[in-house]
């Protein structure tokens, strides 16, 4: 992938981290806060993000309680607990407080008895609620509500919330009917290292959940966080891809994986549509068809979809069958739904097979560049072994070799581009526009199509084949960056007719 293709990651990293924490307080996204991370000529279809550690994320936290801290003067758990209740919300916290600070205590479980510090306490007579324990000098705790129970009982009371339930910030006193809120001063006193770590990390994910311009990254295991300002009411202009440090690219609106240049809403129903018509859709992912000149059976083994029969040599498409010459032709269209003339609108049974067919026309190509995009995929893996042995026979270093790794991730990149294109182009309705859009669809395919066809060449070839496969993937990457550009033009100035509406 080329590096101006989205703003990576190493574009805003460590070296603006004292900026970052600053600016990540703000509540506000003035135009400035952007323009200095901003790239001289950002695309249509990018946007502004950043990606946070989880250390960065608790840094952040800190410097904003520590600040209310300071302006209100209450100790930092408390107001630690006043801005997760109101939702970091600085300005609103400091007003409501200033204005009736019993209530807004009482309103975030903190009690106005504030003067009294907590801490582990041995008292005369006391029994513990809980255990019924007794003992003389038994250690016991409470929050400011006096709610005494046993050390013991209060910490196996913690554990259970913090590692069974995942509560952090909402934890209340163990007193039935009690609202009070344990602090992280408390936790700190009463639970041991596993569980105060836990909490943290409870605490941090809390903090993304509450802020909008914040997402943590759906990649398994990921613990980075991504800002963008795009909020929910943009999505029907722009498809907001973000990409983590990674790797993954995952849409900001909807955390599923990039779905350029398809906005969510049609995400969202596309993949309603095809769950509720999976029966009908029936989608054969056989990897055999037959040859449609002798009948031969013929196998796909990689992505491609310029199939060439072994026995008789015709050329043919495997998504639409037709002869693969007239591919790319101004007259022949694989990607193009052709409607029907002289479907009669009151035969009911005629006009539901005509619109089965045209899904069935879409939802073939999307689910073949699905399908295409695991192949080219297991076929690299397969390349990459044979990588290795290629090093060694033609004496090309580590770093020669890097084409194939770049072209397999355009390949990638873009079928999921086209897959999604087919999506889009189901909920289109037809304009003059619609050409504009299924030729750089078409011109799309049929790039990938050549560059997928170059993955299938013995491995011996590939080393001769370096300067074509390199021109190929900026050949294919340019033809992605047209299409998104477009589509996400189209987008913004609102130029697109859907038959569905986007809100
Ligand atoms: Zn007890
Ligand atoms: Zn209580
Ligand atoms: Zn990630
Ligand atoms: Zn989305
Ligand atoms: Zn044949
Ligand atoms: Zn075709």
């Excluded at 807004?104 to 907590?118: E, I, M, P, Q, S």
């Excluded at 695991?374 to 890097?402: A, H, R």
């Amino acid at each position: 992938m080329s590096d101006d293709d989205f703003m990576s990651d190493e574009d805003f990293n460590d070296e603006s981290l004292e900026e970052t924490d600053s600016e990540f307080e703000d509540e506000t996204y003035d135009d400035d806060r952007y323009l200095k991370y901003d790239k001289p000529q950002r695309k249509s279809y990018e946007v502004e993000f950043r990606v946070y550690s989880d250390s960065q994320i608790q840094k952040a936290q800190a410097e904003q309680i520590e600040e209310v801290s300071n302006i209100l003067g209450l100790p930092s758990e408390q107001c630690a607990v006043l801005m997760r209740h109101f939702k970091w919300q600085k300005e609103r916290l400091i007003e409501q407080y200033l204005n009736s600070q019993e209530e807004v205590l009482g309103a975030a479980g903190l009690d106005t008895n504030a003067a009294r510090t907590l801490k582990i306490e041995k008292v005369k007579g006391f029994m513990c609620d809980i255990c019924c324990n007794d003992e003389n000098g038994l250690e016991t705790f409470a929050l400011r509500c006096d709610h005494r129970y046993c050390v013991e009982c209060y910490t196996v009371y913690l554990e259970q919330k913090i590692k069974e339930e995942g509560e952090s910030g909402r934890i209340q006193c163990p007193c039935e009917g009690c609202s009070t809120l344990v602090d992280s001063k408390a936790i700190k006193l009463l639970a041991p290292k596993s569980v105060s770590d836990r909490y943290q990390v409870l605490l941090n994910r809390t903090y993304v959940d509450d802020k909008d311009n914040l997402r943590w990254c759906p990649a398994p295991n990921c613990e980075y966080a991504v800002d963008c300002a795009i909020g929910p009411k943009q999505l029907t202009t722009i498809v907001p891809t973000v990409v983590c440090s990674c790797g993954h690219h995952f849409c900001f609106g909807c955390g599923l994986n990039d779905h350029q240049p398809c906005p969510c809403a049609l995400v969202k129903k596309w993949i309603k549509k095809c769950e509720d018509d999976s029966e009908t859709a029936n989608w054969i992912s056989a990897n055999t068809k037959e040859c449609p000149k002798c009948l031969a059976t013929i196998e796909k083994n990689g992505g491609c979809n310029h199939m060439t029969c072994r026995k008789c040599k015709h050329e043919f498409c495997w998504v639409c069958m037709g002869p693969w010459s007239e591919h790319g032709t101004s007259w022949y269209n694989c990607n193009r739904f052709e409607e029907k003339a002289g479907v009669d609108a009151r035969d009911h049974q005629a006009k539901s097979r005509a619109s089965l067919e045209r899904y069935l026309h879409y939802y073939n190509r999307y689910a073949n560049h699905e399908q295409s995009a695991k192949l080219d995929k297991d076929l690299y893996l397969k390349t990459e072994k044979k990588m290795t042995l290629l090093q060694s026979q033609s004496g090309m270093s580590w770093i020669e070799v890097q084409y194939l790794d770049s072209a397999s991730k355009v390949l990638q990149q873009c079928r999921q581009t086209l897959k999604w294109t087919y999506a889009f182009a189901f909920y289109l309705e037809r304009n003059n526009l619609t050409h504009i859009f299924e030729d750089n669809q078409k011109d799309l395919e049929m790039a990938v199509e050549t560059l997928s066809e170059l993955f299938e060449r013995p491995v011996e070839q590939l080393a001769s084949l370096k300067v074509e496969m390199m021109d190929k993937t900026a050949y294919v990457n340019n033809r992605r960056i047209i299409l998104l550009d477009d589509t996400a033009k189209g987008l913004l100035e609102d130029k697109w007719n859907f038959t569905v509406d986007l809100n």
